[in-house]
C-alpha cells in the first residue's frame, strides 16, 4: 500500500496548479472546480470498489473557486476521489463516512448547487475512471443504482442522500504516459473523405480476423492485416484496420464517441445502455470498454497506440464530441431533490448544468435529461481543456460536436424560465470562438452538428467551424429519388455556396456532405425501403425512436436498381464540393435490415461484415458464420451482382470514387466557384441535357462542367451526366478543350456491374457528341490527352 504524504500545505491556497492532477515522479497536484463548495475532502483508494479510502486529506480554496492539494506517493495508477460540503450541508464534525446525515440543512443550496458529502465525486479532468455507474462491480459490492440517489426517497431503510458510495463510486485514476501518436497526416481540410465508425463495431464481426483472405486479391489491399480474436472491438482492433482504410482511399477516420460512458454488459443485453456512447461520463478519459487492456493507464496507452497505427498509415483521426449534456442524468422520480450525481453535478451544479427558475435541471436542447451550461466559463474551460488533452496528448486530429448549438447559447443572459430567450443561438459566442481558435492554434478540424431540438443553424457557426450539412443530405436524398428541387441539388453539388460562401471567402470544406449517418439508414437501406423497419428481432432490433421522415425509397424492390442507387449516392457524394463522409460499411452496402436507430443494439447484426466485400451477393451470407443458424438473417435486398462472385462490385466502385477523388484536384477545390458566372468561367458550369442552357426548373437530368483551367496538375475537364428521371435521357456532349477527347471514366448503370462501373482513362470508350444516360443513373467524363 503506498503511503500518501500531504506536502507544502500552506501554499495550497495560492497556488495556480492547473484543474486535474498532474504528476512528476510520485508526486501529484490535484485540482478541482468547486466554487461554492465549504470543504472539498481529497481520498484515496486501493481498490476501485468494495473498500473504504485509505488516506483522505482536507484541500485549500483558492481565490479562482478552485480546491488544491499536492501529495507524495501518488503516482501511476493511484485510485482518488472527493467529497464535499457545502451551504445545503455545512461540514459537522460528527459525520463519518457510512450512511450519515449529521449536518444536512437540504438538497439543494441557493442558486442550484447540490453538496451532498455522502457521495463521492470523480475528478472531471480524471485521465481515467475506474468503472461507471453501470459496471458489474457496483452489485458485485453490495451496491445498485439506487444508492448514488439524493432526496429523502427511502432506500436500504434510510433516506437515500445518507448512502454513503465510497465503496460504488467511480474513482479517478493517476496516468502516467508519455508515448508518442506518431506524425500527423495535416490533410488538407478540402482533401478529407471521411469514415464515420464505432470502435466496437469497426472490427468486432468474426470477419474481422479473415481480411488478408477475403481482401488481398483486390488491387491495392494486399497489405491488410487479421484482427485476432481477442482484439476484436478494441482500440487496438480498430489500429489493425488503418491498411484497409488507406486501400480504400479514405483520408480520415470519425470515431462515435469514445470518452468514458454509462454501460456494462447487462446494459447492453438489456439494451439500456447507449452503444453509440452518447451519454458521456468522464470528458478527458478514454472508454474502458473499447480496451483490451484494461489495468490503471492500460486504455490511454491503447487509444495512442490506435491513434499512431492511423496516423503512420496515413489516416487522421476525428472524434465525435458531446459536451451538451452528460450521463449524469436528470431528477428522479421527477423530484427536484433528488438526482445521481457522480462527478460535475456534485461539484459545481450551477456552473455546469442549465437550471430553471425552481434550480431544476433542464434539457429542452438536447432531450437527454441535462444540459451543458455555455454561459458558465467553469463549462467552458472543461471544453476547451479536454480538446487541448485530445489535441496535445492523444493526438486526435479534428472533432465533430454532437448537438453544438448548445455551445452556442447564453443561459445566462436571459430569465431561467424564459424559454423564447433561452432559445437563442449566438454565433459570436464566445465559446464556439475560443475553440475555433484552439482548432487554428494546433491545425485541428471543428465540425458542428449545427442543429439541435431548439434550432436549425446550418450554414450559421463562425469562421473557423465545418458543418455537418443537414441540406445537402435531404436535398439530395429528395432529388435521387425524383422528387427534388433542381435549384437546391445544384447548390448543394456546389458546396452549399449560398450559405457557406461567407461574401466569397469561405472554402467549400466547410461543408460536410453526408447521405448517411450513424443515426438512420445506412446507405444500402435508404434505397431499399420506405419506411423504418425498427420492430424487428435481435440482431437488427428490435429499436425505438428513428425519423419517419426518411426520403428514403425501395426501387421498387428491384436488386439491380438498389445497386445502381446506391451507387449514384456514392458518386454524387464524392463529385461534389466540400468533404464527403460515409457510414462504415457503405462502401460495400451494409444492411441493418430497415433499423434506423439502432442506438442500442451492440450486435452482430450491427457490426460491420467485411465478407460481404468478397462477394457479388453479400446479403446471402450467414450473419453469424459461426453459428449460421442461431443468429437471423439478412434481408437479401441486394441480389446477386453480374460480376466476378468473388467481388462486391459496390466496393469496388467505391474504392474507385475515393481514389479518384484523391488524384483529381478538380474533385476536392479549395475555393468557389459560382453557378451565375458566364459559360466556361465557372469551376462548376451546370448545363441542361440540350447542352443550349442551364436546368430549368423541374427538370430531373442535368449535366455540369467541372473546368480544369487554373487548378494544378495535368487534368483535363470533367463532364458529369445525372439522370434522375425513369426514362433514358440523351445529353449533347459539348467539346473538349483542343487536343483532348472525352473518356468514361463512371457509369452507374446495372449493365456495367462486370466491371464495377467504372474505367482507367487508358482502357475506357473515347466518347464523342452525344452519351445516353440511362434512368436514374450518374456517368462521369473526363477530357484526356488524345492517345
Not at 458529502?117 to 472531471?124: A, S, T
Not at 474513482?171 to 506518431?182: C, E, Q, R, T
Not at 437546391?488 to 453526408?514: C, K, T, V, W
Not at 437488427?540 to 425519423?547: N, R, T
Amino acid at each position: 500500500m503506498a503511503e500518501f504524504v500531504p506536502l507544502e500545505q500552506d501554499s495550497w491556497e495560492a497556488a495556480s496548479w492547473p484543474l486535474g492532477p498532474h504528476t512528476e515522479g510520485e508526486v501529484t497536484t490535484f485540482a478541482v472546480h468547486a466554487t461554492n463548495a465549504t470543504r472539498v475532502l481529497l481520498e484515496f483508494y486501493d481498490e476501485p470498489a468494495g473498500v473504504d479510502a485509505v488516506f483522505d486529506v482536507a484541500c485549500a480554496r483558492g481565490a479562482d473557486g478552485a480546491w488544491r492539494a499536492k501529495v507524495a506517493g501518488a503516482g501511476h495508477g493511484t485510485l482518488y476521489a472527493y467529497r464535499c460540503w457545502g451551504p445545503n450541508w455545512p461540514y459537522d464534525e460528527s459525520w463519518s463516512r457510512g450512511d450519515s446525515g449529521a449536518g444536512f440543512v437540504a438538497d439543494i443550496a441557493e442558486g442550484g448547487d447540490r453538496f451532498n458529502p455522502n457521495k463521492v465525486l470523480f475528478d472531471p479532468y480524471a485521465r481515467e475512471i475506474t468503472h461507471n455507474v453501470l459496471a458489474e462491480c457496483v452489485e458485485a459490492s453490495g451496491g445498485d443504482a439506487s444508492v448514488f440517489g439524493t432526496g429523502c426517497a427511502v432506500h436500504r431503510d434510510r433516506p437515500r442522500r445518507e448512502l454513503d458510495t465510497g465503496r460504488y463510486a467511480p474513482k479517478g485514476i493517476i496516468v502516467v504516459n508519455h508515448d508518442l501518436v506518431g506524425e500527423r497526416p495535416a490533410t488538407a481540410p478540402e482533401k478529407a473523405a471521411i469514415y464515420e465508425a464505432h470502435v466496437k463495431n469497426l472490427s468486432m464481426h468474426p470477419s474481422a480476423s479473415r481480411l488478408s483472405e477475403l481482401l488481398g486479391h483486390y488491387p491495392g489491399f494486399d497489405d491488410v492485416v487479421d484482427v485476432p480474436e481477442s482484439l476484436r472491438g478494441t482500440y487496438q482492433g480498430a489500429g489493425l484496420l488503418a491498411p484497409y482504410l488507406r486501400a480504400l482511399g479514405m483520408t480520415t477516420i470519425e470515431l462515435l464517441p469514445v470518452h468514458e460512458t454509462n454501460t456494462s454488459e447487462k446494459a447492453q443485453r438489456e439494451q439500456t445502455a447507449n452503444h453509440w456512447g452518447y451519454q458521456t461520463l468522464s470528458f478527458f478519459a478514454p472508454n474502458r470498454d473499447y480496451a483490451f487492456d484494461r489495468s490503471p493507464g492500460g486504455p490511454t496507452a491503447e487509444f495512442k497506440a490506435m491513434v499512431k497505427a492511423f496516423h503512420d498509415a496515413g489516416i487522421e483521426v476525428y472524434l465525435d464530441v458531446v459536451y451538451n449534456h452528460t450521463a449524469e442524468g436528470g431528477h428522479w422520480e421527477g423530484d427536484r431533490d433528488s438526482t445521481g450525481f457522480v462527478s460535475l453535478g456534485g461539484f459545481a451544479t450551477s456552473d455546469y448544468y442549465v437550471l430553471d427558475g425552481d434550480d431544476m435541471l433542464i434539457d429542452g436542447a438536447t432531450g437527454c435529461s441535462n444540459q451543458m451550461n455555455a454561459s458558465s466559463r467553469a463549462t467552458q474551460r472543461l471544453v476547451l481543456d479536454s480538446l487541448a488533452y485530445y489535441a496535445d496528448v492523444m493526438g486526435i486530429d479534428g472533432f465533430r460536436f454532437d448537438l453544438a448549438p448548445v455551445l452556442g447559447r447564453r443561459p445566462a443572459d436571459a430569465p431561467r424560465d424564459d424559454w423564447e430567450l433561452q432559445r437563442r443561438f449566438f454565433p459570436d459566442h464566445e465559446l464556439l470562438a475560443d475553440i475555433a481558435d484552439l482548432a487554428n492554434e494546433r491545425h485541428v478540424e471543428v465540425i458542428a452538428e449545427a442543429w439541435d431540438l431548439w434550432g436549425y443553424e446550418v450554414g450559421n457557426f463562425p469562421e473557423g467551424w465545418g458543418e455537418w450539412n443537414g441540406r445537402y443530405r435531404d436535398e439530395v436524398r429528395d432529388f435521387c429519388k425524383g422528387t427534388g428541387d433542381v435549384a437546391q441539388f445544384m447548390d448543394m453539388l456546389n458546396g452549399d455556396y449560398a450559405h457557406f460562401h461567407e461574401g466569397g471567402a469561405g472554402s467549400p470544406a466547410r461543408s460536410i456532405n453526408f447521405v448517411t449517418a450513424h443515426d438512420g439508414f445506412t446507405m444500402l437501406d435508404l434505397v431499399s425501403y420506405n419506411d423504418k423497419n425498427n420492430d424487428i428481432d435481435p440482431p437488427f432490433g428490435p429499436s425505438d425512436g428513428g425519423c419517419d421522415d426518411n426520403k428514403s425509397w425501395d426501387s421498387g424492390g428491384d436488386p439491380a436498381l438498389v445497386r445502381q442507387r446506391l451507387r449514384n449516392f456514392l458518386a454524387i457524394l464524392f463529385l461534389s464540393k466540400g468533404v464527403p463522409m460515409i457510414v462504415a460499411g457503405d462502401e460495400f452496402g451494409r444492411t441493418q435490415n430497415g433499423n434506423n436507430n439502432p442506438w442500442a443494439l451492440n450486435t452482430i447484426g450491427m457490426w460491420a461484415n467485411y465478407a460481404q466485400a468478397a462477394t457479388n451477393r453479400p446479403l446471402q451470407l450467414p450473419v453469424d458464420p459461426d453459428h449460421p443458424s442461431d443468429c437471423g438473417m439478412y434481408y437479401d435486398v441486394f441480389g446477386e451482382a453480374t460480376c466476378s462472385t468473388d467481388m462486391n462490385p459496390v466496393f469496388g466502385f467505391t474504392t474507385y470514387l475515393a481514389h479518384l477523388r484523391q488524384r483529381n484536384r478538380l474533385l476536392r477545390p479549395d475555393e468557389w466557384g459560382s453557378l451565375s458566372r458566364p459559360r466556361g468561367k465557372a469551376p462548376f458550369e451546370f448545363r441542361n441535357p440540350a447542352d443550349t442552357d442551364g436546368p430549368a426548373t423541374g427538370d430531373q437530368a442535368l449535366a455540369f462542367r467541372i473546368h480544369a483551367e487554373g487548378a494544378k496538375g495535368n487534368h483535363g475537364d470533367l463532364y458529369v451526366l445525372i439522370n434522375m428521371s425513369p426514362e433514358s435521357v440523351d445529353f449533347v456532349i459539348p467539346p473538349p478543350d483542343e487536343d483532348r477527347e472525352w473518356r468514361r471514366l463512371i457509369d452507374t448503370y446495372a449493365a456495367f456491374e462486370w466491371c464495377h462501373n467504372s474505367w482507367r482513362p487508358e482502357d475506357s470508350e473515347v466518347i464523342h457528341d452525344a452519351y445516353v444516360a440511362q434512368e436514374w443513373s450518374v456517368a462521369v467524363l473526363e477530357a484526356t490527352p488524345i492517345l
